[in-house]
């Protein structure tokens, strides 16, 4: 037996400690391997995929964190999940690195598969057969003896630690693998002198040898096999060293023995090697993504190997010389040959994918590039898709990658290195190919890339072209000599157009990026172009000349079936995402919204008991529980049922069998089975699915739609035949108040098909999206909403879209808030973009930044007083002196591992000028308490009624920089429209010269014109009226008065306090709302500046009426209810003075608490029996118990929502059960609501979106 020389990571115990098996071995532990895992890792998830954050987080969940400590991202396991004041951590083991650290739950991501093939690098060893001891006294005997113990005597790991870091090599001799524990004898070198550790703590009496039955007997029968490092397939049960080495993730759940005798089935064998090969083909992260994201792993899923390849992989981990790997090979080999003999894809025609980047039919100077770019494919999509368009086929690629060019590209490029086939094109200047990608970001990372790989062809020039509105622009477009591809938008495309359409009688190559996105925001300028095509490589000297269209995007629709029929040439069409390739098969997709009790009876009415044509059925389930259900009621009503879950895998064979008989017309066969089952039944001929149970991921339910894929009609074939052919295919989705979360992306997914939209689901999504909305008080305003008046997709959007005066108040300056009106004299530092800047208001009487610049100067020319920062505080102010001024800066971030490094770097914000920047720790000098006083000076303006052209949704770089360098740092005299926080629109904003010799002033530009001029930007007239219109619907406080109105009704005592609800009755904030608000918008005479000034009229009454009374609050309530009554919890503690009234559709608590006074009116969506209700003290908390009029289940407890008052989910399952499903707009808006807030809580707890 060899002996493996390792390095110490971590040592809990002579029992547990962490080792690097070190040596030359290319396969378990190669240094290379594993810097390249780490730095392909960093790259991926440094993009901030979403689709990779896990919907569950769980104990001993296999994942990827982002380690504050090492500055990147490892591979880990979930030990513990903690729940601190705002958040959740959890704590994690780093697989690699043997270290615990705590990782909040937005740093986590799934565990992809394509970084889970190399075993974890830290292994858990421990010493074979020793075990710990302890002094055991008998005081009635009085004698001592030593017995084994349970734990390790802290003076023995004293001892085992100062052994190992006293040595100068350790080597290990592998006994035994259990679990995930290698059993070794371990062996130092101090001194040129050879100690075993284990004989060495036996000898001190800190140990001592224990070898149980089970041990003896395993050494004896397996000594020979080890020592010969050779195992052979045997009767006897032996541990799987490969089971041992391999991740977690790749395991499932391991056995403590394997049982490899021979007499195991073909089809489990079958069944585990398909298990196993889930990865091969796909050496990126497609395919890694698919098999993990929205996965729990608590689904146990077993992986077997065979003992062929257990001995290989053995021999690498123990033999530190190059091995024979031609079993390796040859399994390899048989994993491909299983994944492409059944590969989750639609394709129109056959083509044979090239998994491995070395047989791809690419240049190999570019295969060279790829691989010095640390590229990781070809993953799925690219091994199938890369061959048709390399050979110059027409091809549309549908992957959840699709807004990849590397799709297309490498392809593209090594089809245009062979240029003789373009000789009979006419000898001109001008393109073979173009690209059309769906914004001018987008074209200039295409256009990056093509400059990147294109110096692996031959020389082809590529030219981006973003053109404006300015047709002088369009005329003056010279094309560089060789120019061959030009990337470029529709809209550019067709200005060049106008006025150089020779420029194109050489196109050959039209590629079109992100296709489903160009047809949906420019599908008239699409078909223009394409017909322009059709109509250009149609002339007869170019018949031998290529031509090709290739389309590469996320989502099939029908504008791609168009483009296929009319402008293609037999294309390839692959599909890689099912739930798009079910779109393309013409599935029919039915939504069905119901109660979550009453899934069984609405699946018996949708399953049709006497079809016409022979049906097969699978119903879908999560859990073994619900597939029993399912099943027994399935049989009940006299249809043939089948059943799978992992529970009865004996069953399996029988199932299949029974599946694939034929069965006569007006059959109907049922099969209730969980996800966990279709790789082993490997069924592709269902002609319905019934998804009884959400499916976890839009993945997962792509997985069950392929189950139909036999029956997905082929859009390329022509004729009346298709029906003759196919069955329709039927996918029908029971949603209940469960899933309400996952409402909006189920309609944003049957939009794109021709499924009809239930009324109910469309109000019923309308509710979730309002309750979204009520949750997001503490995001920021919208950025697209601020800058362009709409947003472009509020659905997905994170930020908030509506306006909230208590949020949005104009803050303070200096002495006086933010202008809410009128003209102002403004200097843009900070430029965002064409229209938006960072920059200050100047004060023409008394400008109190510029005094404090001055006195910060005078201070600190002193050298005394520039005393640096020796540990900086998060958010703390702090000086800086930068090109020769001082600025006030805000520190935002500091590295965790430097918090107290004199040099180290943190990111600040200049609070006056409204950028970001890092400097490092000693840059920044102590601010003086008087320098702090001044509240930020920068705000944020932006200029309205215009907007960037073609649709997009950020300005050209060309007209930013333009802006830039025209407006920073000058004085502007700009008009105020709007204000809101502490942003700024202005309308309009113009530069004043004066001409001091004529004593008048003229205005130099206009920064709306300026942009218009250039072609860029076109009139936006609904900017500021669509801001308005959301200011005019604004309900912010409205509570609070009318509560304030209620306690100073006649009825009351004239010494009573006035009530206003959560917030202090002087605040400014208070009296900004409420219907008072709404009428003054609503009436059409009035302005908005009118209005804020009135209100800030009232606002100075309300503050000298109020002077005298008590300050008062609302207190946060939480409620729950049962069928005749509710519970209401006061979340106050120690109150006294307690009052509680009760009415008839009302009740009205106060109380006070501390020095505090707390009153909560409320009023009632239903009627009470003010009688029988009653307010108790318990748990030194008030509850009121409200007995209902009629016993019934409230969607809501008030008429009005209160932000103080909410739902308390810790008896949500009781009031889920029995709450009526909302089938109108009304009922949508409170009961999606209530589902809403606990999904996303739940969400939000996980750190993961769920996917659309």
Not at 685 to 702: E, I, K, L, N, Q
Request: with cysteine; charged share 25%; proline share 5%.
């Amino acid at each position: 037996m060899k002996m493996i020389e390792v390095l110490i990571l971590k040592i809990e115990d002579p029992g547990c400690f962490w080792v690097i098996v070190k040596g030359c071995r290319t396969f378990v532990d190669s240094e290379m391997e594993y810097k390249k895992l780490h730095a392909e890792m960093n790259q991926f998830y440094n993009r901030d995929v979403e689709e990779v954050k896990p919907l569950t987080l769980e104990e001993g969940q296999v994942c990827v964190v982002f380690c504050q400590e090492l500055k990147c991202w490892c591979r880990a396991v979930v030990k513990s999940i903690l729940f601190c004041a705002d958040h959740y951590l959890a704590e994690c083991f780093l697989v690699d690195y043997a270290k615990y650290t705590p990782v909040k739950t937005k740093d986590i991501r799934v565990a992809v598969e394509a970084f889970m093939q190399l075993p974890y690098r830290a292994k858990k060893f421990r010493l074979y057969c020793t075990k710990p001891v302890t002094l055991r006294i008998d005081f009635c005997e009085d004698a001592s003896e030593i017995v084994p113990a349970k734990r390790w005597d802290s003076a023995a790991i004293q001892y085992f630690q100062n052994l190992l870091k006293g040595t100068t090599q350790i080597e290990a001799k592998l006994c035994a693998i259990e679990d995930d524990n290698f059993d070794v004898y371990l062996y130092v070198t101090i001194k040129d002198e050879k100690i075993c550790v284990n004989d060495d703590l036996v000898a001190k009496n800190f140990a001592c040898y224990v070898m149980t039955k089970e041990n003896t007997v395993n050494s004896a029968k397996n000594q020979k096999p080890w020592s010969s490092l050779s195992l052979k397939s045997s009767p006897e049960k032996v541990i799987s060293p490969a089971l041992a080495l391999w991740p977690m993730l790749m395991q499932g759940k391991v056995h403590n023995n394997l049982e490899t005798s021979g007499d195991a089935s073909n089809f489990f064998l079958e069944k585990t090697c398909r298990k196993i090969a889930a990865p091969a083909l796909n050496g990126k992260t497609e395919s890694t993504v698919r098999a993990t994201v929205g996965f729990s792993l608590k689904e146990n899923i077993n992986i077997s190997a065979q003992p062929t390849v257990q001995v290989n992989r053995l021999l690498q981990f123990l033999n530190p010389d190059s091995l024979k790997t031609d079993d390796i090979q040859y399994e390899q080999q048989e994993f491909q040959k299983i994944n492409t003999a059944q590969p989750p894809i639609v394709l129109s025609n056959k083509i044979e994918p090239r998994s491995v980047l070395e047989t791809t039919p690419l240049l190999v100077d570019l295969k060279k590039e790829l691989l010095r770019n640390k590229f990781l494919g070809p993953n799925l999509t690219e091994s199938y898709c890369w061959p048709p368009i390399a050979r110059g086929c027409d091809s549309v690629v549908i992957s959840h990658h699709g807004n990849d060019p590397l799709l297309y590209i490498p392809p593209v490029l090594t089809f245009l290195r062979s240029g003789s086939c373009y000789k009979s094109l006419p000898t001109r200047n001008g393109p073979i190919a173009l690209i059309i990608c769906p914004g001018w970001r987008k074209a200039q990372l295409v256009f990056e890339l093509l400059e990147k790989y294109g110096r692996c062809s031959r020389p082809l020039h590529p030219m981006l072209i973003l053109l404006g509105l300015n047709k002088e622009e369009a005329k003056n477009v010279k094309l560089q000599r060789g120019c061959e591809v030009i990337v470029t938008t529709p809209h550019s495309l067709l200005r060049l157009l106008e006025h150089h359409s020779l420029f194109f009688l050489r196109l050959c190559h039209l590629v079109f990026d992100e296709v489903d996105n160009l047809f949906s925001e420019a599908s008239k300028q699409i078909f223009t172009i394409l017909e322009y095509y059709k109509k250009t490589i149609t002339i007869e000297e170019r018949e031998s000349a290529p031509h090709q269209i290739v389309a590469v995007g996320s989502h099939w629709s029908k504008h791609i079936e168009h483009l296929t029929k009319e402008f293609m040439n037999d294309p390839y069409i692959v599909i890689t995402a099912m739930e798009e390739a079910s779109i393309y098969g013409n599935v029919q997709q039915v939504v069905q919204l119901c109660l979550n009790c009453e899934r069984i009876s609405v699946l018996l009415q949708i399953l049709d008991f006497t079809p016409s044509k022979a049906q097969k059925t699978l119903i879908f389930t999560n859990s073994v529980d619900e597939t029993e259900m399912v099943y027994k009621a399935v049989v009940s009503s006299s249809i043939f049922c089948l059943k799978a879950h992992r529970e009865i895998e004996f069953h399996f064979k029988y199932a299949v069998e029974q599946w694939k008989k034929n069965f006569s017309s007006g059959s109907h066969v049922v099969l209730v089975l969980t996800d966990d089952c279709m790789p082993s039944l490997g069924i592709t001929d269902a002609t319905c699915v019934v998804h009884f149970s959400f499916p976890a991921s839009p993945r997962v339910f792509g997985v069950r739609l392929h189950s139909m894929s036999d029956n997905f009609q082929n859009v390329l074939e022509k004729g009346s035949s298709i029906d003759q052919v196919y069955t329709k295919a039927k996918s029908i989705l029971l949603l209940t108040e469960r899933n309400g979360c996952h409402a909006v992306g189920v309609l944003r997914y049957l939009e794109h098909t021709d499924a009809k939209i239930p009324p109910e689901l469309c109000d019923f999504t309308a509710g979730v999206l309002e309750a979204k909305e009520d949750m997001k008080l503490a995001r920021p305003l919208c950025q697209y909403l601020k800058r362009s008046g709409v947003c472009k997709d509020m659905r997905i959007c994170p930020d908030r879209h509506r306006v909230h005066l208590q949020i949005d108040l104009p803050q303070e300056m200096s002495d006086n808030t933010i202008p809410m009106a009128g003209c102002v004299t403004i200097v843009p530092l900070h430029i965002v973009d064409a229209t938006n800047y960072f920059g200050r208001i100047i004060d023409k009487q008394k400008d109190q930044y510029t005094i404090l610049v001055g006195e910060m100067i005078e201070y600190f020319k002193k050298a005394r007083n520039k005393v640096s920062v020796e540990m900086v505080e998060k958010l703390a102010l702090y000086g800086l002196h930068e090109e020769g001024l001082f600025h006030r800066v805000q520190v935002l971030e500091i590295p965790p591992k430097e918090e107290n490094c004199f040099f180290c770097n943190v990111t600040i914000r200049y609070i006056d000028e409204g950028r970001t920047g890092r400097v490092q720790v000693h840059q920044l000098f102590h601010l003086p308490t008087r320098f702090q006083i001044l509240p930020p000076q920068a705000v944020e303006f932006i200029v309205c009624r215009v907007k960037p052209i073609d649709n997009e949704i950020e300005w050209n770089p060309k007209v930013t920089r333009y802006i830039h360098h025209k407006i920073r740092g000058k004085l502007h005299e700009a008009k105020i429209v709007l204000a809101l926080g502490n942003t700024v629109w202005v309308d309009p904003m113009v530069r004043v010269t004066k001409l001091s010799e004529l004593k008048t002033s003229i205005n130099e530009y206009n920064i709306r014109s300026e942009i218009l001029s250039m072609g860029m930007g076109i009139d936006n007239p609904e900017h500021i009226k669509q801001l308005q219109k959301l200011c005019k619907h604004a309900k912010m406080l409205a509570l609070e008065e009318k509560t304030l109105q209620t306690l100073s009704a006649p009825e009351q005592d004239a010494d009573s306090p006035q009530s206003v609800p959560e917030k202090d009755v002087a605040s400014p904030h208070s009296l900004l709302m409420g219907e008072n608000f709404t009428d003054i918008c609503n009436s059409s005479q009035m302005t908005l500046e009118n209005h804020q000034c009135d209100t800030i009229s009232e606002l100075k009454k309300a503050e000298g009426s109020t002077q005298h009374h008590h300050k008062c609050f609302y207190p946060e309530i939480k409620w729950f209810q049962k069928e005749d009554t509710v519970t209401m919890k006061i979340k106050l503690r120690n109150v006294h003075d307690y009052k509680c009234e009760f009415f008839g559709d009302k009740v009205v608590f106060s109380a006070f608490s501390g020095d505090k006074f707390y009153v909560a009116d409320m009023e009632l969506h239903a009627n009470i029996l003010k009688g029988k209700s009653v307010c108790v003290i318990k748990n030194e908390e008030p509850v009121i118990i409200l007995a209902k009029d009629k016993k019934e289940f409230w969607c809501c407890l008030l008429k009005h929502k209160i932000p103080n008052v909410s739902f308390d989910f810790e008896h949500w399952e009781d009031f889920e059960d029995k709450s009526p499903f909302p089938v109108g707009a009304q009922k949508a808006y409170h009961s999606s609501a209530l589902i809403t807030e606990e999904m996303e809580e739940s969400s939000e707890d996980s750190g993961t979106e769920s996917d659309d």
